[in-house]
């Protein structure tokens, strides 16, 4: 079996709108369920907010907590202002990796699409950029050149700050999905082990033992992936987010 | 790989994607998380609020404790000057009633010596006297003359002298 398969993007329901092709896919409707997912997790988590918290509470709580302080301790005392957005992300790339990796329901896994990675970077991107310029406008273009410096250096090392800048939403996608897809091809190419080495007629399902321990091992590091990639991809966007709120 | 399939994959996730995305931060996220942060808030301001008032409480108590030691010192002071004031007062009337005992006792000793010496002057004229009419008869008995009382007082007191 192709371990590239698991990608393919099914049209569960083909539609077009001004000349665009907007089909509902298996994609779109794993992204629905991850919605789903968050939407049950913060309305139930938040339905009676008290003070001394129940268990969904002072879950959402604890995630809040934890975007809350990363803001904090990148961005500083300005940072609380994206916390909604940061969290935003974080949940949802969070859910969208851990929902991909249920077995047996065909699950898909959006985030191993670098198109919705890339969209996920390009709200990063566009809110890093918005906010920097309409809290220093164009001055934030300081960002790009370095204090101390000749014009000659100065030209030179704008150049590649620029580029850099200007790559980071591309980083940022490729990063996550390239884990998403390397994890989930390890996975299946294991997979395909456990059914071929399994399946040899003169001492069957003996041989599909290892490569089926190897699977489990894999899940779980998969799912520990799944929780890093989520929390790499909210503290770059944080750490760009303190590019454009603090400058240098 | 189809993630690279751009044409059959691009606008359908991304639509989709920008949609969901739109409907997580507007719909969900910015619907239930400033809740939740207005509870963290009240919480950490009851907290604090709490530690403010032990804070207090605690001060209070300590200057309770200082104001109490001070309050015993101050009564300890008082207690002992006056148990001083009291032994000088003690020792004040012993030492009057003492100074007129020994005035009492030297009066009648000197009322004794005189008594003393009165007898003493007594006795010692009644000895003349014994002494003056002893001689005279002794005198008499060996020369049968009587001799003149002023020559024998005389010869007495000049012995008496010696």
């Known amino acids: ?248 | 790989m189809p993630q690279f399939d751009f044409t059959n994959v691009f606008w359908p996730q991304l639509f989709w994607l920008a949609l969901f995305f739109i409907v997580l931060y507007f719909g969900i996220v910015r619907l239930t998380l400033p809740r939740l942060g207005k509870v963290m808030d009240e919480r950490a301001a009851k907290i604090d609020g709490d530690l403010e008032a032990a804070r207090a409480a605690k001060e209070s108590a300590d200057e309770l404790t200082e104001r109490y030691r001070a309050e015993l010192e101050k009564s300890r002071d008082e207690a002992r000057g006056n148990i001083a004031a009291a032994k000088a007062e003690a020792a004040k009337a012993s030492e009057a009633r003492l100074a007129k005992a020994e005035a009492d006792s030297a009066a009648k000793i000197d009322a004794a010596e005189a008594r003393i010496a009165d007898a003493t002057a007594k006795a010692h004229e009644s000895l003349r006297g014994v002494a003056i009419e002893g001689a005279q008869a002794i005198i008499a008995k060996l020369t049968n003359n009587q001799p003149s009382t002023d020559a024998v007082s005389g010869a007495v007191d000049a012995a008496m002298a010696r």
């Not at chain 1, 001394?52 to 975007?67: H, K, M, S």
């Not at chain 1, 974080?90 to 851990?98: E, G, R």
């Open chain 1, 1 to 248: 079996m192709n371990p590239m398969h698991q990608f393919e993007i099914v049209k569960l329901h083909p539609l077009a709108a001004g000349g665009y092709d907007i089909s509902f896919t298996n994609s779109a409707l794993w992204m629905a369920i991850a919605l789903g997912a968050i939407a049950i997790f913060m309305f139930v988590g938040t339905a009676k907010p008290q003070l001394v918290p129940g268990r969904w509470q002072a879950a959402v709580e604890y995630v809040y907590d934890f975007v809350t302080s990363m803001l904090d301790e990148n961005v500083g005392p300005e940072g609380k202002r994206y916390a909604p957005l940061i969290f935003a992300v974080f949940m949802f790339v969070l859910v969208c990796n851990l929902l991909g990796l249920l077995p047996w329901v065909g699950a898909f896994t959006p985030t191993s699409h670098v198109t919705v990675t890339i969209g996920l970077a390009f709200i990063v991107f566009t809110v890093v950029c918005v906010v920097g310029f309409m809290r220093h406008g164009l001055h934030f273009f300081s960002l790009f050149w370095p204090k101390d410096a000749n014009i000659a250096l100065g030209l030179f090392v704008f150049v590649i700050e620029v580029l850099s800048f200007l790559s980071r939403p591309f980083t940022l996608a490729i990063r996550l999905f390239a884990n998403m897809t390397a994890g989930h091809v390890l996975l299946k190419v294991f997979g395909t082990f456990v059914v071929a080495l399994g399946s040899f007629n003169a001492l069957p399902y003996v041989f599909g033992v290892l490569p089926l321990a190897v699977n489990v091992a894999l899940t779980a590091l998969e799912l520990l992936i799944a929780v890093v990639q989520a929390y790499v991809f909210a503290l770059l966007a944080s750490l760009y987010l303190n590019d454009a709120v603090n400058l240098h």
